[in-house]
């Protein structure tokens, strides 16, 4: 299975994102924390180049606390300001406001000694699609920010959004494309949900999901659909007994392995298998 999906609109958004990175200060760039590395462009380190860093392990709800926390020390050490976030239910947003103000302390520190006063820290958030950067934008704003920019008989330019008298937000995210040229990790993309079902197929890439399962995580298959570790040998089998299980049949008869697949991808993206980390940083071993 080759997944691949490369969308034709990727050179104009690199350009704008080049156009925008220009106007900013530091660079917030959010990652799935189920797959803090496959849900990254490492291009954002050349396009970034010079910017304060901040790093969002954003989804974390759905991950494995002791693995985030490896992830967390990992970035830090590459240089990134990291925190855990859940941009759904808004948990540690709010503490990111601190952290751009940790991350820009240098220039800060250098406006104050040339005595410029008052010049707001510009942040952009950067990331592939789907993982939270409108929901993330929007808990980190809030209602209450005042928009700037584009004002009526005001010179068109960019909208930011007001966080406070520190920080402005550019209010439309830098969108990058994920790399695909490990197998690895267009498969993770896809166990996540990150790429659309419609283009692959999921009944086959179910099997890899359960094989890293079985290996990883066993317990999560027993909890959810009964299956006794000593019968998880076989991928397929597996997935019958999920069918079996969930009624998946074709004409009561006949299993049906793409709605099983399906019943087994949503349950392990809403973390009803267990709360899953797909990788750690290289290297590191369970
Ligand atoms: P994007 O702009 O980067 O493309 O991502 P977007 O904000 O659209 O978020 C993609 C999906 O991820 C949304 O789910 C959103 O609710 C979910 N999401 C974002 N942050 C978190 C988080 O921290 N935890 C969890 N569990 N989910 C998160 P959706 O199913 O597409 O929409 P919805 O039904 O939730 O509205």
Known sequence: MNLQWYPGHMTKAKR?????????????ELVDARIPASS?????DTLAAGKARILLLNKYDLA??????????WYEKKGFFVAAVNAK???????????????????????????IKNRPIRAMIVGIPNVGKSTFINSFAGKACTKTGNKPG??????????NKNVELL??????????????????????????????????????????????????????YGIAQEDMENPLKIL????????????????DYEKAAGI???????????????????????
Do not use: Y
């Open 16 to 28: 704008m994102m080049q156009e925008d990175m220009k106007l900013i200060d530091v660079v917030i």
């Open 40 to 44: 990254r462009n490492p291009d954002i």
């Open 64 to 73: 494995d606390p002791d693995a985030t926390e490896r992830w967390k020390n």
């Open 89 to 115: 239910n808004g948990t540690g947003v709010r503490n990111v406001k601190d952290l751009i103000l940790c991350a820009c302390k240098d220039k800060i520190e250098r406006d104050r000694k040339r005595g």
């Open 154 to 163: 005001v010179t068109k330019g960019k909208q930011w959004i007001r966080l």
């Open 171 to 224: 209010d439309t995210p830098g969108i990058l494309w994920p790399k695909f040229e490990d197998e690895l990790v267009g498969e993770r993309l896809a166990f996540i949900g990150s790429i659309k079902d419609d283009i692959i197929q999921s009944a086959e890439l179910s099997l890899k999901l359960i094989a890293f399962l079985v290996e990883h995580a066993p317990q999560g298959l027993e909890n959810r």
């Open 240 to 255: 019958e007994e999920i069918a079996l299980r969930r009624g998946c049949l074709i004409r009561g008869e006949e299993t």
């Open 264 to 286: 087994l991808f949503d349950d392990f993206r809403s973390g009803k298998c267990g709360f899953i980390t797909l990788e750690l940083p290289e290297g590191e071993e369970k």
